[in-house]
């Protein structure tokens, strides 16, 4: 499945809630899934930066091309629209990464 991470990324320490997706992502790939990692535009960002809104436009079409979404425990803005318009999408919402199917890898 292709999994969007809908976590934490302005609350906290930004580096570290990236390198939780990061961590979350390769579980995910090493359950056979592929991830999208949306905090990953903070490299982006901070080479290019764009406002607030238009990093959840973004990510808001790559959900739009997900099978699943994993939301991720923690206070966040951002990550609840992005569950709210999965659940318009009727999209698979998991909420642990243990409630994620694993897959066998060929």
């Known amino acids: 499945m292709l999994i969007y991470l809908a976590s934490a990324y302005s609350i ?3 580096a570290l809630n ?6 979350v992502a390769d579980k995910l ?5 592929t991830p999208i990692v949306p905090c ?4 982006w960002h901070l ?3 764009k406002p607030y809104e238009e990093w959840l436009q973004i990510g808001m079409v790559w959900l739009s091309y997900c099978d699943a979404l994993l939301r991720l425990d923690g206070k966040s803005v951002g990550a609840d629209l992005e569950e709210a318009e999965a659940k318009r999408l009727c999209m698979l919402i998991y909420y642990d990464l ?5 897959l066998t890898k060929k």
């Open 18 to 23: 990236v390198r939780r997706q990061i961590e």
């Open 40 to 43: 990953l535009s903070h490299l």
């Open 47 to 49: 080479i290019s930066p």
């Open 12 to 14: 906290g320490d930004q």
């Open 29 to 33: 790939l090493a359950m056979g899934h």
């Open 98 to 102: 243990r409630e994620v199917p694993g």
